[in-house]
């Protein structure tokens, strides 16, 4: 009797290890593929604002504003290295990077700052705050890493753009302007004195000049 109790109390309790465990298993891959969703995500973002980008220089060149269709083609090249960065995380974590890059709506220089800087803190204030919290809860290191590297060039980005609508007027006629670009993280600066880069520490001298 007692033989036979104790045997169904070790099939329960293994049962009970078995459950729990898969119950583990299932709670950590639907954790992963929130934060692979996210940065998929990221990713799409990050590959339309390239294109984008590039596209609102061509038609700030065309209106006169040279020094803004540097600092959109600066942006345009740190957004491509925050692609590059989320596109090796999706990989590490077994996914193929996915991107629908649609054509850009291109208006006026004015607005098409306008919507940079709405795209620009919205990244900065909601959405990269957002996946970090997943993505910290997740212990994925890596994808913290390259979400913090864009958050805080999309910070410096909207600045950027906040202060070149800000000077519009006077900006026309303007010629190109040089922009210093971090290879790493994708901060953007005019800032030729900068020793570092003040958010992964790569050294200005290796920084990419866009203009």
């Not at 070790?10 to 459950?19: C, E, G, I, P, Q």
């Not at 990989?91 to 620009?120: C, D, H, S």
């Not at 919205?122 to 864009?150: C, G, V, W």
């Not at 958010?199 to 920084?207: D, G, I, V």
């Amino acid at each position: 009797m007692l033989h036979t109790i104790n045997n169904r109390f070790l099939a329960f309790a293994k049962f009970a290890l078995t459950l729990f465990a898969a119950l583990v298993l299932s709670t950590a891959a639907q954790a992963s593929t929130a934060t692979l969703q996210n940065m998929q995500t990221a990713f799409n973002g990050e590959s339309n604002a390239h294109a984008r980008y590039l596209a609102f220089a061509l038609q700030a060149d065309t209106e006169g504003y040279g020094q803004v269709a540097s600092l959109f083609r600066a942006a345009a090249r740190a957004e491509e290295i925050h692609a590059a960065n989320h596109a090796a995380v999706i990989q590490k974590m077994g996914a193929v990077p996915q991107a629908k890059v649609l054509a850009p709506e291109v208006k006026t220089t004015r607005e098409n700052l306008q919507a940079a800087i709405k795209g620009e803190t919205y990244e900065r204030d909601t959405m990269y705050p957002d996946f970090l919290k997943q993505a910290r809860i997740d212990r994925n290191r890596d994808a913290i890493k390259s979400l913090n590297y864009a958050k805080a060039a999309e910070a410096e980005h909207a600045k950027l753009y906040t202060e070149a609508l800000a000077s519009l007027d006077r900006l026309k006629g303007s010629k190109s302007m040089t922009f210093y670009v971090c290879p790493k993280c994708g901060y953007t600066t005019n800032n030729a004195n900068l020793a570092k880069c003040p958010t992964c520490f790569t050294p200005k001298e290796k920084f990419e000049r866009v203009a």
